[in-house]
C-alpha cells in the first residue's frame, strides 16, 4: 500500500506542478519516446540476466506493491509453531518428530500452519535442519554453520532480483538522453520547417530525457531499495528459524529455545514474552 501512496506522489507533485506553471499536459505525453526508453530498459534487463531471474523480479515487485507477510502475527505464529514442534518431539520422542519431518504434508504439527509452510523454502528449511538435529551424527556447532551457511546462499540468490531492477533503473538516465539525441537528430532533419514544428521536436526530445530521470530516481531506485529492504526482513525472519532450531537442538526446554527465537526477532515485530506465553499455551494474548 505504501509505495503505491508514494507513487501517487511522486506523479501528483511532479505533474501538479508542471500544470501550475500553466504546462501543457498534452506535451509530455510522447509514446515514442515511452517506447525508446521503456524497450531499451527492458532489452537491457534481458541481456543481463537469465530469464529465472527477471521473472522473480517481476513476482517480487507485486510482493513490494502487496506489502511484506514478516508482520508481528506471522512472526507469533512462527513461534507457535517452533514451540508446538519442540513440545511433540519432547513427548514423543525424536523418532516419532522424523515422521513428521519426513512427511510434512501430512504431519498434524505442520499442517496446523498453512501461511507458513506454503513457503516451501521455509518448510524445506525447518525440515532438513531438524532431519540433521534428530540425526545425531553433526555437532551443534557444525550443524550451526551448515545452517548459516544455507541462510547466506538463500539470501545471495534473493538478492538478484533487487540488483537487476537497480541495474536498470541506473540505466534508465541514459537511456533517456538516448532518446532525446534521436530527437535532436530528427529536429536536426526539420530545420527548415515552421518554428511550430521544430518546437514540437524539442519538446519531445526533451520529454525523452525527463522521463528517463524520472522513472530512475522516481520508481526503479525506490522499488529496488524497497525490494532489497524486503530480502533483508527475510534474512531476519531465518535468524529468528536458525536461533531458535539451534537452541532445541543443543538441549534447550522448548520454551528457552523459542525465548532464543524471538530474541532474533526485530524490536519493531518483537512480540512480548507474555505474547508469545500466551499463544504457545493456547490461552488468550496479554493485554
Excluded: W
Amino acid at each position: 500500500m505504501f509505495p503505491l501512496i508514494g507513487l501517487v506522489v511522486v506523479f501528483g507533485s511532479i505533474l501538479g506542478g508542471f500544470l501550475m506553471e500553466k504546462g501543457p499536459l498534452a506535451v509530455l505525453v510522447q509514446p515514442a519516446e515511452l517506447i525508446i526508453i521503456g524497450g531499451a530498459a527492458i532489452g537491457t534487463l534481458l541481456v543481463g540476466n537469465p530469464l529465472p531471474i527477471v521473472i522473480r523480479m517481476f513476482t517480487g515487485l507485486l510482493g513490494v506493491l502487496s506489502g511484506s507477510k514478516y508482520t508481528k502475527s506471522f512472526y507469533l505464529d512462527s513461534l507457535k509453531m517452533l514451540n508446538d514442534i519442540f513440545t511433540f518431539a519432547r513427548k514423543s520422542g525424536m523418532a516419532k518428530l522424523e515422521e513428521d519431518v519426513e512427511n510434512p504434508d501430512k504431519s498434524a504439527v505442520f499442517s496446523k500452519y498453512p501461511k507458513i509452510i506454503k513457503d516451501h523454502h521455509i518448510l524445506h528449511f525447518v525440515c532438513d535442519t531438524l532431519r540433521t538435529a534428530v540425526s545425531g551424527v553433526v555437532p551443534p556447532h557444525d550443524l550451526d554453520a551448515m545452517i548459516e551457511n544455507d541462510i547466506d546462499i538463500h539470501h545471495h540468490e534473493a538478492l538478484l532480483p533487487a540488483k537487476a531492477l537497480s541495474t536498470v533503473s541506473d540505466a534508465l538516465p541514459g537511456l533517456g538522453i538516448v532518446a532525446a539525441v534521436l530527437g535532436v537528430v530528427i529536429t536536426m532533419g526539420a530545420l527548415g520547417g515552421p518554428p511550430e514544428e521544430i518546437g514540437h521536436k524539442v519538446a519531445a526530445a526533451l520529454v525523452g530525457t525527463f522521463l528517463g530521470i524520472l522513472l530512475c530516481y522516481g520508481v526503479g531506485s525506490p522499488l529496488a531499495s524497497n525490494l532489497e529492504q524486503m530480502v533483508d526482513a527475510e534474512g531476519q525472519f531465518y535468524q529468528m528459524l536458525r536461533a531458535g532450531l539451534m537452541a532445541f537442538a543443543r538441549g534447550m526446554a522448548p520454551m528457552i529455545a523459542v525465548e532464543f527465537a524471538r530474541r532474533a526477532i526485530p524490536h519493531e515485530l518483537r512480540p512480548s514474552f507474555k505474547d508469545m506465553e500466551a499463544a504457545c499455551k493456547g490461552a488468550p494474548k496479554a493485554a
